[in-house]
C-alpha cells in the first residue's frame, strides 16, 4: 500500500510521552511517520538515545520534567499539537499497517469527535484484547488520572477495527519488577485520593495479580467491589470479580472463586475471562464434567464473536486462548477416563500452538492411557528439540515416568534437563528427591547447590534437614541450623515447616532455636507459642514451658488444651520444687 497516495486531510498529530525508549521507538514511529502530519514527543528525562531517535524522525520534542503524573504529562503534549486530530500512542505500541486507511477515512467523518481501536496487548501467558479511544478531535479531549490516565471525552465516538499491538506487558523479569513497583506506588497514591474509582481499584489489583501477591489482590479486589458499588460500571466490575476470582484460586478458595464468579455470569454470560475462570476454579475442585461444559461453552462464545466481533472497553485476557482451551479440555477428558477424547483435543491445542511444550504433555498423557506408549514417548522427545520449554517440563515428563516406565528414567530426563538449565533450582531440588534413598552424597550435591542458587529455597532446607535427620548426621544437621538461622529473611513457611520436621524427630532444643526465630516475626501466633512451650516441657524446663503456655493463653484464653497443659505444668512444678 502507498500510504502517500492516500489524501491526509484533515490533519493528524502523533502526541507521546517517552522517557528510555529507545528500544520500542524505531518500529513505532516507522509505521507512524507515513501517516501522520506532525510527532509530538514530550520526553520526562531520557537518559539513552530516545531523543535522537525522535528527532532522526522528524519529531518536534520537548523537555518536561516527570512528575509522577501521567495525565499531566499527556495533556502537556496535547497542548503541542497543532493538527485536526490526535493519535496517541506509547513507543512500546505498534499501528497495524494494513488498518491505515481505515483510519484515515474515520477522519474525515464530520459526526464524530472520538475513535475507537482494538489494543492486544502480548503478556507471558497471551494476547489481553480491548477497546481504547486513542484518536480524538484536538480540543475535544484530555486526560483524567495520574497512572492508567483515562480519557475524559463526548459521546459522539466511532468503534473501529483499527489494531495496535502493545508489547509493553512481556519485558524482561528486571524491567517489568522495576515497572510495576513506580505503577504500584502511584496507584496507592491514586487510591488514596480517589477511594470510589472502581477503574483505580482495578489497576492496583491488577497490579498485585502481576506480582503474584494474590492475597493482597482478594483484599483489594474484595474492598473495591464494596467501596465502589455505587459508581461502578458493569465492565469494571467485570474485571474486578475476575481477577480477584483468580489470585482466590491461586491461594486454594477455588469455591469462594466459583461462587463469586457464578453470581456475575449470570449477568454476563458470554464473558469469556469470567468463563476460563470459572472452569479453572472448577478443576481446581476436580469437577471435571462442569468444567467441561464452561470449556465448551467458552469455544461456542469465541466462535460468535468471530463471526459478529464485539467492540467495547472490556479487558479480555483470555481473547486468543482457544489453545489454552483445547488443553485444558484434553486435560478433563483424560480425568474422566476418556482418552480418545483427551488426545483429539490435545492435537487441537497443538495445532494451534505448536510451540507449547506442555500441550504435547497432555497429549503423551492420554497417549498412554491407550498403551501408545512409544508414540507418547515421541510427542514428549519432540517437544525438546524445538519448541519453547521450561525447566518444569522436565519435572513434569519425569513424574510421566514414575507412572509409566516406557516413557524413560526419571534421574536421566532430570539430569537432561539440568544440561538445558543448569542453574534451575526445581530441576535439582527433584532430582535431590530421588537421590535421597539410593545416592545420599549426590542428593546432598544437589541440594547444597539449590542453596547457592537461593539461599532461601524451602524444598532445599527440608531435603536436607530430613536427610540429615534419616542417616543420622547430628553434624550436617547443625551446620544447616546455623546456616538457616542466620539468613536475614527465611520465610514464616520455611521457618514452621523446618521446626514441625524436628519436633517430630523430638530434636526439641533445635525445635526451640527455630520456633523462636519464628516467633520474632509473628508473636501473636498462639499455636506456634504453645509448640514452643511443649518443647521446653520436653526438656525439662517446666517454668519456661510455663510461662510460655500464659502466653499462648493470654492470645486464645478459652482454648482447652493450653488450660489443660498448664495445670499438668503446675503439678510437675510443685512437684519438682517439694
Known amino acids: ?116 481501536c482494538i489494543v492486544s496487548s502480548e503478556t507471558k501467558e497471551g494476547w ?20 492508567h490516565n483515562q480519557l475524559i471525552h463526548g459521546e459522539k465516538k466511532l468503534n473501529t477495527s483499527v489494531r495496535i499491538y502493545h508489547y509493553g506487558y512481556n519485558l524482561p523479569e528486571d524491567k517489568m519488577v522495576a515497572k510495576y513497583k513506580r505503577t504500584q506506588a502511584l496507584l496507592e497514591k491514586q487510591v488514596k485520593v480517589e477511594p470510589e474509582n472502581a477503574y483505580v481499584h482495578f489497576n492496583y489489583l491488577r497490579v498485585m495479580r502481576a506480582q503474584k501477591r494474590f492475597k493482597e489482590g482478594v483484599s483489594i479486589g474484595k474492598k473495591a467491589l464494596t467501596d465502589c458499588v455505587k459508581t461502578i460500571t458493569p465492565i469494571h466490575r467485570q474485571m474486578i470479580v475476575h481477577d480477584t476470582a483468580y489470585c482466590l484460586i491461586q491461594i486454594g478458595r477455588a469455591t469462594e472463586a466459583e461462587q463469586m464468579i457464578g453470581k456475575v455470569l449470570k449477568d454476563y454470560p458470554d464473558n469469556l475471562d469470567l468463563i476460563f475462570t470459572i472452569s479453572a476454579a472448577l478443576v481446581a475442585k476436580k469437577k471435571y464434567k462442569e468444567a467441561l461444559l464452561y470449556l465448551q461453552h467458552f469455544l461456542k462464545v469465541k466462535e460468535k464473536e468471530r463471526i459478529s466481533p464485539k467492540v467495547d472497553l472490556l479487558l479480555v485476557d483470555t481473547y486468543t486462548m482457544e489453545d489454552k482451551i483445547w488443553a485444558n479440555i484434553g486435560d478433563c477428558y483424560h480425568e474422566l477416563g476418556k482418552y480418545e477424547k483427551g488426545a483429539e483435543a490435545a492435537n487441537k491445542a497443538i495445532a494451534l500452538r505448536p510451540d507449547i511444550a506442555d500441550y504435547k504433555r497432555t497429549l503423551a498423557l492420554n497417549l498412554c492411557r491407550l498403551d501408545r506408549f512409544n508414540e507418547a514417548r515421541t510427542v514428549l522427545e519432540s517437544a525438546v528439540s524445538n519448541e519453547r520449554i521450561d525447566p518444569s517440563y522436565y519435572v513434569k515428563w519425569s513424574f510421566l515416568c514414575n507412572m509409566y516406565p516406557s516413557l524413560g528414567v526419571m534421574e536421566q530426563i532430570l539430569e537432561q ?5 543448569p542453574q534451575s533450582d526445581e530441576l535439582h531440588n527433584h532430582l535431590a528427591a530421588i537421590l535421597a534413598e539410593k545416592s545420599p552424597d ?8 539449590i542453596l547457592r542458587i537461593n539461599p532461601n529455597h524451602v524444598g532445599a532446607y527440608l531435603g536436607l534437614i530430613q536427610l540429615a535427620l534419616k542417616v543420622a548426621d547430628s553434624e550436617l544437621l547443625d551446620k544447616l541450623l546455623a546456616q538457616f538461622l542466620v539468613l536475614e529473611e527465611p520465610s514464616e513457611e520455611l521457618l514452621l515447616k523446618v521446626a514441625k520436621i524436628l519436633i517430630k524427630n523430638q530434636k526439641h532444643e533445635r525445635s526451640i532455636l527455630v520456633l523462636n526465630k519464628y516467633l520474632d516475626k509473628r508473636p501473636d501466633d498462639s499455636n506456634t507459642l504453645v509448640d514452643l512451650a511443649t518443647c521446653h516441657a520436653k526438656i525439662g524446663q517446666y517454668e519456661v514451658a510455663f510461662m510460655g503456655y500464659r502466653a499462648a493463653l493470654n492470645l486464645d484464653p478459652h482454648n482447652p488444651q493450653i488450660i489443660q497443659n498448664l495445670k499438668v505444668l503446675e503439678k510437675m512444678i510443685r512437684n519438682n520444687k517439694g
Open 128 to 147: 489481553t484484547r480491548h477497546s481504547s479511544h486513542r484518536v480524538f478531535r484536538r480540543g475535544k479531549a484530555h486526560y483524567s488520572g495520574i497512572v
Open 1 to 116: 500500500m502507498n500510504v502517500q497516495n492516500i489524501k491526509k486531510q484533515p490533519t493528524l498529530s502523533l502526541c507521546m510521552i517517552v522517557k528510555d525508549e529507545e528500544y520500542f521507538l524505531p518500529q513505532c514511529l516507522d509505521i507512524l511517520k507515513d501517516v501522520v502530519d506532525e510527532i509530538i514527543i514530550v520526553d520526562t528525562g531520557s537518559t539513552d538515545k530516545t531523543v535522537e531517535i525522535a528527532e532522526s524522525y522528524g519529531a518536534k520534542v520537548y523537555h518536561h520534567p516527570w512528575e509522577g503524573d501521567f495525565s499531566k504529562a499527556r495533556n502537556i503534549s496535547l497542548s503541542y499539537a497543532a493538527s485536526d486530530w490526535i493519535i496517541v500512542i506509547d513507543p512500546d505500541e505498534e499501528l497495524d499497517r494494513d488498518d491505515i486507511p481505515i483510519l484515515l477515512n474515520a477522519l474525515n467523518r464530520t459526526d464524530i469527535d472520538v475513535i475507537f
Open 442 to 449: 549426590k542428593a546432598i550435591k544437589n541440594w547444597e547447590q
Open 417 to 421: 534437563g539440568l544440561c538445558v538449565f
